[in-house]
Every structure is written in C-alpha cells, then in structure tokens.
C-alpha cells in the first residue's frame, strides 16, 4: 500500500472549511462547490475527484481548489498542490439518481453513450446528447455568465438541476426583460435532461401557452386530458408569469397542477418580471404556492459582468474585438444581456458584409441607433409621478405632499431618486414639485434610496421595474 502523506490533513482542512462556510452561507452550498474526495497523493501535492467535468470546470473557475490549498498550506505549513480528475465510475449514476431514474445498463451518460467501466471501453464513438424538442440547447450554466447581479440565481438553479424536486422547490426567478432568468430556467431543464433524464416528462413554455392550452382544452371539452398532461409531468418550467394577472380560470388550473406536482415531488420553476407578492389581481393562495419555496431575483449587471458577457459572447461566436471595443459597448450598454448580444451582433455583421476588420470608430457609428433608442425621451415629471402614484395605489396629490406617513414618504423618496436619474430637474425645482422641500431635503432624499439598493436588492429591483414602466409609458 502506497503511503499517504496528507489524507488526515485533507480531511481535517475540509471539515475546518466547512465551519467557516457555515458561518457565511449554507451546509448545502458547500457540498455542492466543495464536492471532492480525496484520491491519492506525494510529497507536494493532492489528487481529488469531483463528481464531472462540468463541475470540475466550475470549480476551478470559481477559485475553490484555490481556496482548499490555502487552508492546507495553514495545515501542513508548507503549499500543497491540488490535482482534480473526474470520477467517471460514478458520475452516471449519481446523475441517473438525481434525475431520479434508477441507474442500470441501460442509463444514458452525459454525452448520450451507454455506461462503461475502463476495463470495458465502449466499441463505438459516443452519440451527442439528443436535444429536447422544447429547449434552446444553448440555453446551459455553460454559457451563463453569473455576476454579484445574478450569482445567487445561477447557484440555485444548478443545485436545483443535480437535485431535482428535493430541493428549493418551487424555484421562482424574477427581474426585468432580458436580463437571464430564461435561460437560467432553461439550462435546469437541458441540465436534467442531458443528465440521465431523457426518459422523464419536461415541460417548457410560457404563462401564456399554458393559458392557450387550458383554455383549449374548455372549447374542446377535453380537461381530462389538459390535467393529465400537466399535473403528470417530472419537471414544469414555466416562463412569465405575471401574465396570470387577471386570469382567475387560469390561476385555478396552476392551483391545482402546483398542487398535484408538489405531492409527487416533482420540480417546479418560475419566471417573473417582478417579486410575485406585486403582482396585481393573483389569488392569495397561488401567491402562497409560488412563493413557498425559494425566490431569487436577477436585475441589471455591472460593467465587470457585462465585459465578462460580451467576451463569452464572442467566444462562443468564434469571434474577436478590441478592448477598446469590449469596453466601449460595456459602457454604452446597460441595459439588460439581450440588448448587449443585439449591439455585438450588429458590430460583427456590419465588419463582416464590408470586409473590415471591426474599428472603435464602427462600432460608434453601428450603435448610434441603439443607444438613441435607449436614452429617455420626453420622459418628464408628469410620468413619473403618476406611474409611482399608481405602483404604491396612492394619490398624486399625496405623493407630492408633505405627509409624512411611511406609505407617502417612501413612494415619494423614490420618485426623488428616480427624478434625478432621468431627467435634468434640479434639487431645488425637485423641492417645488415635492411639498416645497428645500435642496437638502431632496439631497437627502436620493442619498437614502442610492444608498439603500446598495444593501437591499428587492428594493433595487422594484426601481428598475418602475424606471422600465415609466420608459415604456405611453399616454
């Protein structure tokens, strides 16, 4: 027998990580980033294996092998290298078994090939992965790009997918348009498929096929069948929500599919443009439901995240800019991934029909157009106040009173903040509009809603879904 080394420090270094991380976020979060066991090891270093490759790679790109030499190097006292190999004995099985089909000859791998041991290669080149008829294949964590504005979204939803219906169930991902929750909602969906779960039922539509769908089923007198198809399915994903609002017939029939689904643990997940509780005319009880599991929100990301997208972007396209390039369309576009794909596409298509090679100057002249149409137009005060009166159900005239009621002062305080964010309307015109406060009051004002989406993210998402309405608004 081999002699090992650094077996008990490995084991100990884990457990004193697993302390720490406790103390910061869940036990479940570190079996899932820290998932390795230990293999074997020399002098200087330590073989471990993870469950897959796809983990592996996330693992190394999220910095945790760094974090465990670390601690080690604190163990032992001197650095120890860590080497990850993928353990391909298991993986399929354990996948099989979170997808919840039994492991057997006949279970499929990630890469579509019956199972093999080494000693018993397989005799052909493995078969792609079949694509599953409702999903964008490639909608996958692969080509997720997780931000400080979506990290926690993305974690959630691959823990949900090695996990299928044992954990944060339901999951409802909200934020505004184009900002990842589909794609986060579809990579569960190819994850689980991909992974031992072409034999389970999954759907993937949106609110409003599935309302075509019931009330299809009313005309025609076929129910039965309307029930059948849903209340037995494996894994719901269901896209936009919201549009339920008003739809009581509609919302009765996901009661009851919610219902059915949750009973036999299968998974259910949810989008929507907004925390479920503001969404108007929903029963009580489907609020309940949808809100009895985990609700994560996805809202804007930041410049870093938005050149880590566009070089992602490009990779995947086979293509290159110039940083400046990179830079200048990070800058420019801020408001949601797709509108940041739209812009590079229009870049790269433009150099490719002329022969060029893409220039700073092109790409300015390329996204004119776009970044016209996002600047505000004619979005004046009028608006703004009438668009917040409406969210928060309270009068203009309350709005821009000087009550001081918690239900007027935030309301108001936000119209402030949201004032000075799109328009040139000064502090001091600002205190005219606002109960004739002076230019202080109103600084303050916006320094307490600036300061308070920087520690409170449902607030921060409830704003850009009032700047959207309020860009959107047509009189």
Excluded at 446 to 469: C, G, H, P
């Amino acid at each position: 027998m081999e002699k090992e080394y650094y077996r008990d420090a490995f084991e100990f270094a884990m457990k004193e990580l697993k302390e720490e991380y406790k103390s910061k976020n869940s036990e479940d979060d570190f079996t899932l980033w820290f998932n390795m066991t230990f293999v074997k090891d020399t002098i200087d270093s330590i073989t471990v294996s993870v469950p897959s490759a796809f983990m592996q790679k996330m693992m190394t790109s999220k910095g945790y092998f760094s974090i465990v030499e670390k601690k080690l190097q604190e163990t032992v006292g001197q650095k120890i290298k860590i080497n990850c190999i993928v353990n391909t004995e298991n993986q399929d099985k354990k996948e099989a078994a979170a997808a919840k089909i039994p492991a057997n000859k006949e279970t499929k791998t990630s890469s579509g090939a019956a199972e093999f041991s080494l000693e018993n290669p397989p005799s052909e080149k493995p078969e792609a992965p079949k694509k599953h008829p409702l999903l964008q294949e490639n909608f996958t964590f692969d080509t997720f790009i997780p931000g400080e504005n979506s990290d926690f979204a993305y974690k959630a939803s691959f823990a949900v997918s090695q996990n299928p219906g044992k954990k944060y169930n339901p999951i409802l991902i909200y934020g505004g348009s184009g900002l990842g929750k589909t794609h986060l909602m579809q990579a569960i969906g190819n994850y689980i498929y991909t992974h031992g779960g072409e034999k389970l039922k999954i759907y993937y539509g949106s609110a409003e096929s599935f309302t075509n769908e019931f009330t299809g089923s009313l005309a025609s007198k076929k129910t039965n069948q309307f029930n059948n198809k849903f209340r037995n399915l494996d894994v719901l994903l269901l896209d936009d929500i919201h549009f339920l609002s008003n739809k009581s017939g509609v919302q009765e029939a996901l009661f009851y599919t919610f219902n059915a689904l949750h009973e036999k643990q299968a998974q259910m997940v949810f989008t929507c443009d907004r925390p479920i509780k503001e969404i108007k005319n929903m029963t009580d009880r489907l609020v309940s439901r949808l809100s009895n599991g985990i609700c994560i929100d996805i809202t804007i990301p930041n410049y870093e995240t938005r050149v880590a997208i566009l070089r992602k972007k490009l990779e995947l396209m086979n293509k290159s800019l110039d940083p400046e390039i990179i830079d200048y369309i990070a800058k420019n576009v801020e408001t949601n991934v797709r509108e940041l794909e739209s812009a590079l596409k229009q870049i790269l298509a433009y150099a490719d029909i002329i022969e060029q090679k893409p220039t700073l100057e092109m790409a300015k002249n390329q996204l004119k157009d776009i970044l016209n149409n996002n600047t505000v137009q004619n979005v004046s005060l009028d608006i703004i106040q009438k668009v917040i009166a409406d969210n928060y159900q309270i009068s203009i005239s309350d709005l821009k009173s000087k009550k001081r009621d918690k239900k007027f002062v935030i309301p108001r305080q936000i119209a402030i903040y949201i004032s000075r964010e799109l328009t040139e309307i000064s502090y001091s015109e600002l205190g005219n509009e606002f109960g004739g406060k002076d230019h202080s009051t109103i600084m303050h004002a916006y320094d307490k809603i600036a300061e308070s989406i920087k520690i409170d993210s449902t607030l921060e998402s409830k704003i850009n879904i009032l700047i959207r309405e309020i860009k959107e608004y047509k009189k």
